[in-house]
């Protein structure tokens, strides 16, 4: 079973504007992750945030953890037509399990 | 820098075929993982190597395999194809020494099992 899940599953919006989307997981974590992926292309790291990091930024990008809620969101300000794609968060729960657990995904597309 | 290079790029194969994808990671990363996309499953695990050792596999039957050589160079190999293996087969790396950091993602190769 997924371990995130992102929230809306597709979300359009106008150029300039801002897009926000949300990740829920359900077991703890040792991090957290945000990928883009353009058209069924290869996923693009984004962002990391830590368990223990409440806020990270990065460019136009604004990442928030709630590891009460086990929640994150992804802000992207002043959205681009190229920031149209998919959008993933993706948790790992650290020690030896070496592997990402993936959402769904959010489909942003940005109209110019 | 090169990237992570994946080949083929797409593939077509007949129900019962096996095939054989193959990775070339990121030079001097020594973590390489797979993942299988489609629409209704979306990303899952397939396994993750780490100098030529699986350190984790995820919940696919036996059919999917894979393994990893002594120059980081990783190949997942399906057996017996079904209907249901076609998916985008992405493989990543990673430098693989502080647990699960940043992955570089290679373009994919898009299996049609017919």
């Known amino acids: 079973s997924q371990q995130g899940e992102e929230d809306p599953q597709a979300l359009s919006i106008q150029e300039g504007e801002n897009a926000t989307m949300n990740c829920s997981y359900k077991?703890?974590?040792?991090?957290l992750q945000w990928y883009r992926q353009n058209s069924g292309r290869g996923l693009v790291h984004l962002i990391l945030i830590r368990s223990n990091e409440r806020e990270k930024h990065s460019g136009r990008l604004r990442v928030t953890l709630d590891t009460s809620k086990k929640s994150s969101s992804l802000l992207i300000t002043a959205s681009r037509a190229a920031d149209t794609a998919s959008y993933f968060c993706?948790?790992?729960?650290?020690?030896?399990?070496?592997?990402?657990?993936f959402g769904k995904g959010t489909l942003l597309t940005v109209n110019p | 820098k090169a990237g992570v290079t994946q080949t083929p790029r797409y593939l077509i194969k007949t129900r019962g075929q096996q095939v054989t994808l193959s990775c070339s990671p990121i030079?001097?990363?020594?973590?390489v993982s797979w993942y299988q996309q489609t629409p209704g499953q979306g990303l899952q695990f397939l396994f993750e190597y780490f100098s030529e050792t699986q350190r984790n596999k995820g919940n696919f039957p036996g059919r999917f395999s894979g393994r990893q050589f002594s120059n980081s160079r990783s190949e997942m190999n399906v057996s017996t194809l079904e209907l249901g293996d076609s998916a985008l087969y992405l493989c990543a790396s990673s430098w693989g020494t502080s647990g699960m950091e940043k992955l570089f993602f290679g373009s994919g190769t898009q299996l049609s099992v017919l």
């Open positions: 077991t703890s974590i040792n991090n």
């Open positions: 030079s001097g990363h020594r973590s």
């Open positions: 993706a948790t790992d729960r650290g020690g030896s399990n070496y592997k990402l657990t």
